[in-house]
């Protein structure tokens, strides 16, 4: 079984929806992310948390929140979907103390607005 | 800012060439250096790191020295296999220990037969 899972795999959405992409994991990790990747621009931070109560913005968070709901489980929402949030979503974690050294990635989420 | 920059691909090679990616990267501190490979289809994962300088990080036959003097970290191999196409992401860890990875902008290599 995957160490961190993410549904659903594929996501068409209407722009002005509202839409929920899940991240899970059975790694035991304190800190989890979330990444968006876009062609030729890699892999850009949204948010991450270090522990439930402790969620932090990363490079490009307007129009997203998350929920992080218990140590496992990390979710990202778009409250508004717009066209320009077509992307590859991924979420990772890694585990405290090992200064975020090696992130465990989720298999992403395919996500297109229209 | 903190920054990394990768050649732009594709690169495309036959099976048993030279591989060669560059990265470079602009950080305050020290930073830890990876590169990670994304097959078609999946996740992202690590291939291999190097947590200061001079340090080489090496996998699979792939192989990355972290060079602070010329802010570097170029990924070789020397013989590539048809299973070696993927991207590959060059990305540092600043040393505020947040954990955040930056990422290069991916570099997509072909291996034909």
């Known amino acids: 079984d995957a160490d961190v899972t993410q549904t659903p795999r594929n996501r068409i959405t209407k722009t002005g929806k509202r839409i929920m992409l899940e991240c899970s994991q059975t790694?035991?990790?304190?800190?989890m992310y979330w990444y968006r990747q876009d062609p030729g621009l890699g892999l850009r931070l949204i948010y991450y948390?270090?522990?439930?109560?402790?969620?932090n913005k990363g490079e490009i968070s307007d129009g997203y929140s998350v929920s992080r709901q218990a140590q496992a489980k990390f979710s990202l929402s778009l409250e508004s979907a717009i066209p320009n949030q077509t992307a590859l979503y991924f979420c990772a974690t890694s585990a405290e103390g090992t200064g975020g050294y090696e992130q465990y990635f989720g298999p992403g989420t395919r996500l297109t607005v229209t | 800012g903190n920054s990394v920059t990768q050649m732009e691909g594709p690169v495309t090679l036959s099976e048993e060439a030279f591989l060669t990616i560059n990265c470079t990267y602009t950080?305050?501190?020290?930073?830890?250096l990876f590169w990670y490979v994304q097959y078609p289809g999946e996740g992202l994962q690590l291939l291999l790191k190097a947590t200061k300088a001079d340090d080489k990080g090496s996998n699979k036959g792939f192989e990355a020295t972290y060079r602070k003097e010329t802010t570097s970290f170029h990924l070789e191999k020397g013989s590539v296999q048809v299973s070696d196409s993927a991207v590959y992401f060059c990305?540092?860890?600043?040393?505020?220990?947040?954990?955040?990875?930056?990422f290069g902008q991916g570099t997509t290599l072909q291996v034909k037969p």
């Open positions: 948390s270090f522990d439930v109560k402790d969620i």
């Open positions: 790694k035991g990790h304190d800190r």
């Open positions: 990305a540092l860890s600043g040393s505020s220990n947040t954990g955040k990875l930056i």
């Open positions: 950080a305050t501190g020290y930073p830890s």
